[in-house]
């Protein structure tokens, strides 16, 4: 057998040395992408943590440390997940979680938590599993998102249709003041039904008592201010006239454009004592002219 030269012995050192150059550099690669995504990980507006197979977490992100109040160090290896469970989500939590282990995925469960402080804050949850060379569920991840500003909101819409289905009568126009939406009370007050009377102007009750010039003003001050509030003579679908207590406010945008008007009326002949008669703005009728 031939015996290797020197030449062959410095390729194969050589080969050797550029394998060992390109792992470090595969490694040094996958190591950076690694950190790149631990970065954006810890940026997204999101919670999200791993755990073991008995809910114990492995890791967590600043989101969802700053929703539970918690440094990483008292969490991370110390709590299971399902130890900051509102005591109505736990048995829910649990199906969810079985549901996840047979189907590797499930989403938009909704949870509440408990954060140190003990406030409670409602989240969506949604899970995978992740599994190991075999096929064996080695840990999960889960993610979370906040619920509390649309429950908020939520609220705050059952709260405006409480309102909206006051005793006062109330209309709702576009900002071109076409009408959108009027309730039951404005339907008893002037006779005229929401189908009747949506896509027209508010002066559908006009009672022809007042010139252009209260119209005028009502819109100067209306741009001006964003409210309006005075007593109004308007006339019924019935052709009676009656004295109207009438509140116009504007409704806007972040950036200050008017979306909409709101108004609100009551009749002054029905509800002797209620409101104050407008002294700078007299008599108005609604505002029919306006564009």
């Not at 012995?9 to 790149?36: C, P, T, W, Y």
């Not at 992740?130 to 705050?156: A, H, P, T, W």
């Not at 005793?167 to 189908?195: F, H, K, P, Q, R």
Request: glycine residues 10%; negative net charge.
């Amino acid at each position: 057998m031939a015996k290797p030269n020197k030449s062959d012995a410095s390729s194969a050192i050589n080969g050797a040395e550029g394998h060992v150059s390109f792992s470090g550099a595969l490694e040094e690669r996958f190591s950076q992408i690694g950190k790149e995504i631990g970065w954006l990980v810890e940026q997204v507006p999101f919670g999200m943590h791993t755990m073991d197979l008995h809910g114990n977490y492995l890791s967590i992100n600043n989101q969802e440390l700053s929703w539970l109040g918690y440094s990483r160090e008292e969490i991370v290896g110390k709590v299971p997940f399902h130890a900051m469970l509102a005591t109505g989500s736990r048995k829910k939590y649990s199906t969810y979680l079985d549901l996840c282990r047979y189907a590797g995925m499930v989403g938009n469960e909704e949870i509440e938590l408990v954060a140190k402080d003990n406030s409670v804050a409602p989240f969506s949850l949604y899970a995978e599993t992740i599994l190991d060379g075999d096929g064996n569920v080695q840990k999960y991840r889960c993610v979370l998102f906040g619920l509390s500003e649309r429950k908020q909101m939520e609220e705050k819409l059952r709260i405006a249709a409480t309102v909206f289905q006051s005793m006062e009568g109330m209309m709702v126009t576009d900002a071109n003041m076409a009408i959108v939406n009027v309730n039951l009370s404005y339907t008893d007050i002037t006779g005229y039904l929401s189908e009747e009377v949506i896509g027209q102007q508010p002066g559908v009750l006009s009672s022809g008592l007042h010139d252009q010039e209260f119209y005028d003003q009502l819109l100067a001050d209306l741009n001006q201010y964003g409210f309006w509030e005075g007593e109004v003579w308007s006339r019924r679908k019935s052709g009676e006239t009656y004295l109207e207590h009438l509140t116009l406010t504007a409704v806007k945008t972040p950036d200050g454009v008017v979306s909409n008007y709101v108004g609100t009326l009551f009749r002054r002949d029905r509800k002797q004592g209620r409101g104050r008669q407008d002294r700078k703005f007299g008599l108005l009728r609604p505002f029919d002219r306006i564009a």
